[in-house]
């Protein structure tokens, strides 16, 4: 067992199984004991610990984890000084952005900003909203939500901060949108001490690099076909290439290996325009990794 030990926060609640998810396609095995706050994984220089995201900044800023995964709203929210490693785009429901919006019920008066002077306002991040409101010049009661936010107004405040991926939520509650506040994706954040340390960083970016060729990857499929020298330009021409597609020759001069990566989406559309291009032995194969 290495002497060098890296300590990794891994989200609990709605990213914990995402996460796990994503490493697992990075070749990291991540298992999860419901009495235990420490998961196993199958590399023994790092040590697992399950926290809160919106917890992480914290105990990552403060040195108690090296490095953890959170959200970029939290990092803000909690005001943590921490190294930010990389984006991770990737959620419990898409791969868009989540946002934090200021909502209303349908049939509330407020339709602006400035309308909420002297509201009550319900949210989960109640520095983010107070300094959203100081930047428009709005004096407002923000409280603390501990969850079920979207029920409060009208009966419990006048107003909510919440966050949103799909607005399916929203909708279903009869709220409105105001006023988005932060767009926010998932980070891979350090410890500025924890950074500084060669191995560490190093054992930081290693993973850093093999989670991102996962998320590159996905939605990616290769396509490899066989074509003749006469119908090359044309095969190509119905070739969305990731990249510039790679061509190669086969044992018969007379024919060439053509290989490239294109959007799983496309290829449903795009096989039977290679098959009249000319390419014959069209084989379809899952990438699992993309490095750029």
Known sequence: MSDNVLKLGIPAGSLQQSTAEL????GYNIGFSSRSYYPTID??????LLIRAQEMARYVDQGV?????????????????????????????SRRPVRWVLCVPNDSPVQEIADLEGKRIATEVVGLTQSFLAQHGVSAIVEFSWG?????????????????ETGSS????????????????TRFIANKDAYKDAWKRDKLENVALMLQSCLAAEGKVGLMMNVHRDHVDAV??????????????????????????????????IV?????????????????????
């Open 23 to 26: 490493f697992k396609k990075a």
């Open 43 to 48: 590399d023994d220089e790092i040590d697992c």
């Open 65 to 93: 984890l090296d490095a953890g995964i959170t959200g970029y709203d939290w990092v803000l929210e909690s005001g943590s000084d921490v190294v930010e490693i990389c984006e991770l785009v990737f959620s419990k429901v």
């Open 148 to 164: 079920a936010t979207e029920v409060k107004p009208p009966q419990l405040a006048d107003a909510i901060v919440e966050v949103t």
């Open 170 to 185: 929203l909708r279903a509650n009869n709220l409105r949108i105001v006023a988005e506040l932060l767009e926010s994706t």
């Open 236 to 269: 190509l021409e119905q070739l969305p290439a990731l990249q510039k597609p790679t061509v190669s020759s086969l044992s018969d001069d007379d024919w060439l290996d053509v290989n490239t990566i294109v959007e799983e989406r496309v290829v449903r559309s």
């Open 272 to 292: 039977p325009k290679l098959k009249v291009a000319g390419a014959k032995g069209i084989v379809e194969y899952p990438i699992n990794k993309i490095i750029e």
